[in-house]
Structures are given as C-alpha cells and as structure tokens.
C-alpha cells in the first residue's frame, strides 16, 4: 500500500511529485516532506506517510522533524549574516572575537577555516554524557581549552557536532543571543516559520518520531567495533553521550532533553517549508526578506576543504565552504553554485542562487549509504529548472 500524500504541486512539476513518491516504497513506517520554493514562492509542498509508527500519528503539513545536520547550513547562514553586517570576518582569527579560544595552538585559525572543519576540534578528547552536551556554555569553554586532535589548518576532518558549539559561541559573542534566540529573531520570527535550535518544551510532542533503518544499523555498530581513538566515531557520540545510531526508540534525538537543547551542529527541528523558505530568503526575496547578499555569498561559498579528510574514509568526499555544504559528488544538487547541508538519514536543504531556489527534504526515516529518496527528488527537478 502506498503512502497518503498531501499538499501542492505546480503545473509542470509533477515529475518531481511523482519521485517524491517513490521515496514510499517498501517504507510503510516512513513519513517525510518535500518543499521547493522558485523566487519566493512554493512550487511543491507536500507531505505523506507516518509521523509516528507507534501510534500510527499521519504526518500532517505542520509536522516538524530533527534535520541533524542540516542545522549547520543555517548556523553557517546566520554566521554569514553577521559577517555581511561586519559583525564577525571570515579570515580573522577566531581568538579575536573569542579570545579563550587561543590555547593549544589554536590562535591563529580563521573563522572560516574553523567553519570548514579544519579546526582540529572534530570530536572531544573527553568521553562526555548527556548532562554536559546540554550546556553550551560548558562545551564551548570545553572546545576552546582542547588541544587539537590535528594542527589546526593542515588538513579537515568533519565537525559533526562540535561545529555547533563553535558557530553557537561565535554568534554569541558577536550577538549576545544564543544561537537559538538570534535564528528566531532573525529569521523565524519574521518570516513565520516552524523552525528551531531549542526546542521549546511546550512543543515536544510535535516533532515525528524517528526510527533507523536495518542497513544504516549495521553500518554504525560495524564503526562501533572499531579499536579506540576512533575519532570519526566519536565526533557522532561524543563518547556516551549519544547512541551510535543517533537515535534509539527512546533515546538520543528522540528526547526533549536533546531537541530542547541548542545543539547547532545537529539538533534543529524544522518543517519542509521552513527548512526551504530559509534557503529561499538566503537568495532572494522571500515573504519580503532577503538573508543574504550576493557578495557574502561568493565569499562564504568558496571552497575551503575538499578531498580525503585526516582521519581517512571511503570517498566520495564532500566539499565546503565556510560551513556550507557545497555541490559535489558526495552530494549533489542541481548544479555547481549551490550551497546548503545535507543531514543524517536523508535530510536536505540547500539554495540556488542563479535559479532562486530554496529547497528542504526532511523524513523519520533514517537511511545509509543506500538512501536515494532525496537524491530521486533532485533528478527530477533538475530536469525542469
């Protein structure tokens, strides 16, 4: 039986409506919602399935979902927003701004280096609990006194959650908000949009309840059996902080605890709509905001890291900007210029700039290396744009 799907879809885009679709198949637990926005304005919204298998909760138009690493494309937005305000510099070192962070060597790195995952800070030497990553205060002081797991510079090596805490206490310091509280005054706020780095406790039931695929299990307990230091590990659980799968049926993501947290490396909680009106006002107008500028566009997306990061790994490799996930094999968009992140399990959100698109992809489902529901959606509207 094929999944009930909801929503909108514009003449002439029903090729992409019908990958969407696809996604569906043999998923029977699956919930997910797809948004694509052209110059400002939404040409598919849809969503179907489960938000929540237990109870067999549909997933609704307002249904919110864990993006995971999506929130690093909006944290590295909200960074280049200041940096286009003159609030913060890409290629001024990050001690300037944040002077405990010197230490260890680490007084030199840029901002934008930082942001590229080549500030040596992947993962924690400290095995930590849940208890200390829900202190953003605690874990940047943490971050900024680590000695490097690499010199600083020399190389990148995939921030998968600490690049959270160091985005998060840059805005701070540039902002005196939380990275939580400057995305709602900024961005949500105004434009209206079902989207946070916190989760307020007055929304926990909302989001959809994920759940992990069989394949994308067997892929994390084979990394788990891997001798100590493995660093790539760690930078996803921070020691025992978060199950290796991110998620268990009561644990990791799927607590308030964690979602309630400001966990800019992997915790925000966004609707399809919201993730693609986000990456719509970054480069056009957008309910009457504009991000972005071109300039600081050009300059936050040139490339920073590319190839084989530090610590090894099966390619394809990704590439990036200062934070923002770029165009690559690793993953594809709809043409060299884009920019955005993808996230665990089979998020997507990203903009075009020459094509004024914001686009946002976001399932419960959690899927590997084998996951092309995404990737299917962005064949197809590649052929119409």
């Not at 990050?94 to 995952?117: N, R, T």
């Amino acid at each position: 039986m094929s999944a009930k799907i909801s929503g909108h879809v514009a003449d002439g885009f029903a090729p992409v409506a019908d990958a969407f679709a696809k996604g569906f198949v043999d998923n029977p637990n699956m919930g997910a919602a797809l948004c694509v926005m052209i110059d400002g304005q939404p040409v598919i919204n849809l969503w179907g399935g489960v938000a929540d298998a237990r109870t067999d909760r549909a997933w609704e138009a307002d249904t919110p979902s864990v993006i995971f690493s999506c929130t690093k494309g909006i944290a590295s937005l909200l960074v280049a927003r200041l940096v286009m305000e003159g609030k913060l510099a890409y290629d001024a070192p990050m001690a300037q701004y944040w002077p405990e962070f010197a230490p260890e060597g680490k007084d030199a790195i840029s901002v934008g280096d930082v942001l590229a995952h080549r500030g040596g800070l992947s993962a924690p030497r400290d095995v930590l609990t849940v208890r200390d990553i829900v202190d953003a205060e605690q874990m940047a002081a943490r971050l900024a006194a680590q000695e490097p797991l690499w010199p600083p510079g020399t190389g990148y090596g995939y921030h998968a959650l600490t690049h959270g805490w160091l985005t998060g206490e840059l805005v701070r310091r540039a902002t005196g908000q939380s990275i939580g509280g400057y995305l709602a005054s900024l961005v949500t706020e105004p434009l209206k949009l079902d989207a946070w780095i916190g989760l307020p406790d007055r929304l926990a039931d909302r989001p959809a309840h994920l759940q992990v695929s069989p394949l994308l299990r067997a892929l994390w307990a084979d990394e788990a059996a891997k001798p100590e230091p493995n660093w790539p590990f760690r930078a996803m659980t921070l020691g025992n902080a978060l199950p290796p799968t991110l998620v268990t049926e009561t644990g990791g993501f799927n607590t308030q605890v964690i979602r309630g947290a400001e966990l800019a490396g992997a915790g925000g909680i966004a609707t399809a709509e919201a993730l693609a009106t986000i990456w719509s006002a970054a480069v056009t107008p957008t309910k009457g905001i504009r991000l972005l500028d071109d300039a600081v566009i050009v300059e936050a997306t040139r490339p920073r890291s590319s190839g084989a990061p530090v610590f090894g790994g099966e390619g394809p490799y990704s590439r990036w900007g200062c934070g923002f996930q770029l165009d690559s094999e690793a993953r594809r968009y709809l043409s060299d210029g884009c920019f955005g992140h993808d996230g665990a399990g089979g998020q997507v959100g990203f903009a075009d700039p020459a094509r004024r698109i914001g686009f946002g992809y976001v399932t419960n489902y959690m899927m590997g290396p084998e996951d092309q529901r995404a990737t299917q959606v962005l064949d197809a509207l590649r052929l119409l744009v």
